[in-house]
């Protein structure tokens, strides 16, 4: 199975950027969906964004117009900028990954996970 490992996270003002990444221990792209979760203390965990294996991209409502997600293939590496944050946004962040046979379709549960990386606003 592919490992994750998530970087980047850090303790910053208000309105504020910063870019979260998650390096995987071999290429993705031809197999598995890729997120980005994140979960505040007593809240539950939620989902930011996640990559289809066709490319397409989907956010949540809280963070459309301000979070990106981009992955570079050739790197391994999948990439969160988070621009106008808020004290809202803090939060572990987590990368995750689960296999699908379908380019256009995510499984719902994701199977693997990064050990977090902590973002403070």
């Known amino acids: 199975h592919v490992q994750l490992v998530e970087s980047g996270g850090a303790s910053v003002q208000a309105g504020k950027s910063l870019r979260l990444s998650c390096a995987a221990s071999?290429?993705?792209?031809?197999?598995?969906?890729l997120a980005w979760f994140r979960q505040a203390p007593g809240k539950e965990r939620e989902g930011v964004a996640r990559i289809m294996r066709n490319g397409e991209i989907s956010y949540a409502d809280s963070v459309k117009g301000r979070f990106t997600t981009a992955k570079d293939d050739a790197k391994k590496v999948l990439f969160l900028e988070m621009h106008s944050l808020k004290p809202e946004d803090t939060a572990m962040y987590y990368c995750a990954a689960v296999e699908s046979s379908l380019r256009s379709f995510c499984p719902p549960r994701f199977t693997i996970w990064g050990q977090g990386t902590q973002v403070t606003v």
């Open positions: 071999r290429h993705t792209h031809s197999r598995y969906c």
